[in-house]
């Protein structure tokens, strides 16, 4: 009796164990990229699979936001394919990004695009389970400008209305 008690308290904790595990990667699955719409009017979310960790994630959309979809026509790469142009931490809930001072180099200087390279990071980051806001520097120095249209000292919050 008590070996078969046992076997079925064993039984019931694995099935709940993976239950559980199955119910967590499903709410990760949620995460979204965006890109932009080839008229630069909107983003485009797309869906995007987590990797092991909050940071991890994080990461990896910045490194496919960089590479950009080229082979998708309808979206458009705003940033320019330089290597480790953008990094990207995470303190507590929220996601520090670093750009570098030479994307501004290579990136139409407007308001609207401006606001759309921003919100492409910001709503993307944000769609990570655990990250709430996102704070930007620029050269590893909070400053007020980037292209010269927002505010870069601010915390930023998703947009989805863009």
């Known amino acids: 009796m008590k070996k078969s008690f046992s076997i079925l308290l064993l039984c019931l904790l694995t099935g709940f164990f993976i239950f559980a595990n199955g119910q967590a990667q499903t709410d990760m699955e949620e995460c979204r990229i965006y890109f932009v719409d080839r008229r630069l009017h909107r983003l485009i979310p797309l869906p995007f699979s987590p990797l092991r960790t909050p940071e991890k994630t994080a990461k990896g959309m910045v490194s496919v936001i960089i590479k950009g979809k080229d082979n998708n026509p309808e979206v458009l790469r705003l940033f320019p394919n330089i290597k480790d142009s953008i990094s990207v931490k995470i303190s507590s809930n929220t996601a520090c990004v670093n750009l570098s001072g030479e994307l501004s180099k ?57």
């Open 106 to 162: 290579h990136i139409n200087k407007n308001a609207e695009t401006e606001r759309l390279c921003i919100y492409q990071i910001v709503n993307s980051l944000t769609s990570v389970e655990g990250i709430d806001y996102v704070r930007f520097t620029i050269d590893n120095e909070i400053k007020k400008d980037f292209l010269g249209f927002l505010d870069m000292r601010e915390i930023f919050t998703a947009d989805y209305y863009m």
